[in-house]
T-cell receptor, first 115, second 111 residues
Framework: NAGVTQTPKFRVLKTGQSMTLLCAQD?????MYWYRQDPGMGLRLIHY???????AKGEVPDGYNVSRLKKQNFLLGLESAAPSQTSVYFC??????????????FGPGTRLTVL | GIQVEQSPPDLILQEGANSTLRCNFS?????LQWFHQNPWGQLINLFY???GTKQNGRLSATTVATERYSLLYISSSQTTDSGVYFC?????????????FGKGTHLIIQP
């Protein structure tokens, strides 16, 4: 049981390049989330999904797209990277069956630098 | 949206000391979690505690939902407790809006 995994761990892009971050979870959780963390800040929600085939916008969705084609995977795409997207990206998942099952479990993060 | 404020922003203690970290939030919540972000950046779940009191070893947490605050207690601090402690909440307005994080308390435990 690996929990939540993220690929890649590190990436450097040039302005205007595109890339996809992959989040995978093996806990059969319904809900998945993408957050970004900037220096000295807490995490901010980018997009989330309440189940396979669904996505919704969070607090800071501009410049990102997401897809949830399979229940266990949640992809975050940057179509045209900008230096302002330099950040550490965290994925999380949750079963959300009420009570303590609303706990979110986080992956190890992806450190992205856009030059 | 809901606001989360954590205090103090920074805390430096000697090994063995006790500490109390505070989290204030601006609206009613149905999820409140405490995390420890270690020096390698990993986020570690400490507590799911939208109300009440929980304890896990040297750590304990209390949330007083009616007064909109939560406290994290660390006793007999160890150097491995160093890192950033985040409080994160989800308001009870419904839906799956994700967690709103505070800016964290940066804790340094000196040997």
């Amino acid at each position: 049981n690996a929990g939540v995994t993220q690929t890649p761990k590190f990436r450097v892009l040039k302005t205007g390049q595109s890339m996809t971050l992959l989040c995978a979870q093996d806990m059969n959780h319904e809900y998945m989330y993408w957050y970004r963390q900037d220096p000295g800040m807490g995490l901010r929600l980018i997009h989330y999904s309440v189940g396979e085939g669904t996505t919704a916008k969070g607090e800071v969705p501009d410049g990102y797209n997401v897809s949830r084609l399979k229940k266990q995977n949640f992809l975050l795409g940057l179509e045209s990277a900008a230096p302002s997207q330099t950040s550490v990206y965290f994925c999380a998942s949750s079963p959300r069956a009420g009570g303590a099952t609303d706990t979110q479990y986080f992956g190890p993060g992806t450190r992205l630098t856009v030059l | 949206g809901i606001q989360v404020e954590q205090s103090p922003p920074d805390l430096i203690l000697q090994e063995g000391a006790n500490s109390t970290l505070r989290c204030n939030f601006s609206d009613s919540v149905n999820n409140l979690q405490w995390f420890h972000q270690n020096p390698w950046g990993q986020l570690i779940n400490l507590f799911y505690i939208p109300s009440g009191t929980k304890q896990n070893g040297r750590l304990s947490a209390t949330t007083v939902a009616t007064e909109r605050y939560s406290l994290l207690y660390i006793s007999s601090s160890q150097t491995t407790d160093s890192g950033v402690y985040f409080c994160a909440v989800e308001d009870s307005g419904g839906g799956a809006d994700g967690l709103t994080f505070g800016k964290g308390t940066h804790l340094i435990i000196q040997p």
